[in-house]
């Protein structure tokens, strides 16, 4: 099993900044990707950043350019660095990490970030 603990959500104005973190505990050598996905109200959850153990990142064409992900090895921990936030941007983040060994995906408990106009 794995454990992801977010933190780091919030309310901003458009145009300003935040940062996500999320810690893993557990299996976290079973891990092969760890991102973040949001999901906005009426919307389905879509992926918004993603890294690998090898630390290839992938983004949402989205938040290119505007968010940057980063991963810590020492600490576990990845983070979500959102600069330029815009109204759209307004969703619940959820962490995620994945083990291709096993073939599960966990989640975390999803943290707000509202950015008002």
């Known amino acids: 099993q794995v454990q992801l603990v977010e933190s780091g959500g919030g309310s901003v104005q458009a145009g300003g900044s935040l940062r996500l973190s999320c810690a893993a505990s557990?299996?976290?050598?079973?891990?092969?990707?760890m991102g973040w996905y949001r999901q906005a109200p009426g919307k389905h959850r879509e992926l918004v950043a993603s890294?690998?153990?090898?630390?290839?990142?992938n983004y949402a064409d989205s938040v290119k350019g505007r968010f940057t992900i980063s991963g810590d090895n020492a600490k576990n921990t990845v983070y979500l660095q959102m600069n330029s936030l815009k109204p759209d941007d307004t969703a619940v983040y959820y962490c995620?990490?994945?083990?291709?060994?096993?073939?599960?995906?966990?989640w975390g408990q999803g943290t707000q970030i509202t950015v008002s106009s």
């Open positions: 995620n990490a994945y083990s291709r060994t096993l073939g599960v995906y966990y």
């Open positions: 557990g299996s976290i050598f079973s891990i092969n990707t």
């Open positions: 890294i690998t153990s090898g630390s290839i990142t």
